[in-house]
């Protein structure tokens, strides 16, 4: 193998010849820098050699491809669609819906496969990698005003990802942590959360965060006798408006994501939502959550050196926020150590049970 460094001439686009002492050389390489310089760098191969990066990891991901007219033909639709849901079975009703959603889910974004790699930069998603394969096919073919507007939401799409990644480095204060998002970008992204801790296993995490979250003396309480009001909870606005807000985050292992959610509020879970308040029942689907395993120290060696970080439900999310909310602005009497902060949700977001026991209030 012959490894040499090329230069160029901006203004001739002439390269220097190189010299070697036997025509031996079959597969030849340029390959740029990956900063900014007029050098490149060439490699020389005897014979068909395909070297292969040795840190390059390939692996297949499933995603939803989205455009304009995916929209507009799933807003079409559900402008005609009519949910009813009169049963008083409150489980049954959930079923019900969550079996509509995935279906529409399904129908007009079916899940789709793409190949992601290990140096593919964090702004480069399944998504974005699937709109710059179709924007070069569109180049190809000659189509330049559709690969352009593909470019325009590509762009959009980058920022959005590059704003989110790096929202919350500030060099005034740690100039540290803008230096390790520098060398993110121009080594890759570690692996240090990815190593595998010999003895530590799925089944242990599982085991460990059932054995910490259980309490042995627990007793059921005794159910209310009182019957509930007839008052409307939650209404159609209400869940409209905290479904129409909601950010780009995490999806549960329910399968909704929180696009989806956004993308059909005027027809989602707002008789649900009222529903499982009055009766004080919470589905199945909202008691199940991924726990991802964060490492707490720099050499974990033991499941307690993992923080669980809990994916609940984008659905249970909403409506915890539309009931803290609802009882914040019944408690601006207590001190700040007492009263609900709606700022922790997400940090320590209290459970869903202990806000239905303070649905009294609102």
């Not at 002439?14 to 740029?32: G, H, M, Q």
């Not at 974005?128 to 690969?147: D, I, W």
Request: aromatic share 8%.
């Amino acid at each position: 193998m012959l490894c040499c460094l090329l230069t160029t001439d901006r203004r001739a686009e002439i390269a220097f010849l190189t010299y070697v002492n036997n025509p031996c050389c079959t597969t030849v390489r340029v390959l740029d820098s990956a900063v900014k310089s007029d050098h490149k760098a060439v490699v020389a191969y005897a014979g068909q050699v395909n070297e292969l990066p040795l840190n390059k990891r390939r692996h297949r991901r499933l995603f939803r491809r989205r455009s304009p007219a995916q929209y507009a033909t799933f807003l079409e639709f559900a402008s005609t669609l009519n949910i009813e849901l009169d049963n008083d079975d409150v489980q049954l009703n959930f079923d019900t819906m969550y079996a509509i959603m995935l279906n529409l889910l399904d129908r007009f974004y079916p899940e789709r496969e793409i190949t992601v790699t290990s140096s593919d930069p964090p702004y480069v998603t399944p998504a974005v990698k699937a709109q710059l394969r179709l924007r070069n096919c569109l180049m190809r073919a000659g189509r330049t005003a559709e690969a352009d507007a593909i470019a325009a939401r590509i762009r959009t799409a980058i920022t959005r990802n590059s704003t989110r990644w790096l929202r919350k480095i500030d060099t005034r204060k740690s100039a540290k942590e803008a230096w390790a998002k520098v060398r993110e970008v121009m080594k890759g992204k570690g692996n240090r959360t990815d190593d595998q801790v010999d003895g530590l296993t799925a089944q242990t995490f599982n085991d460990h965060y059932a054995a910490i979250s259980t309490d042995t003396d627990y007793c059921a309480p005794t159910r209310k006798l009182t019957a509930p009001d007839d008052r409307c909870y939650i209404t159609e606005m209400d869940a409209f408006r905290t479904l129409n807000t909601l950010r780009q985050t995490a999806t549960s292992l329910d399968q909704i994501p929180a696009w989806f959610v956004r993308l059909g509020a005027p027809i989602f879970a707002a008789r649900l939502f009222h529903q499982s308040l009055a009766t004080g029942v919470v589905p199945h689907q909202w008691k199940t959550a991924v726990i991802k395993p964060t490492p707490k120290i720099a050499a974990p060696t033991q499941p307690s050196d993992y923080r669980p970080i809990s994916i609940t439900p984008v659905l249970s999310r909403s409506l915890e926020r539309i009931v803290v909310r609802r009882c914040s602005s019944h408690t601006k009497h207590l001190t700040s150590a007492t009263s609900l902060r709606l700022d922790r949700l997400g940090r320590r977001r209290p459970p869903l049970w202990r806000c239905y026991l303070l649905s009294g209030l609102c």
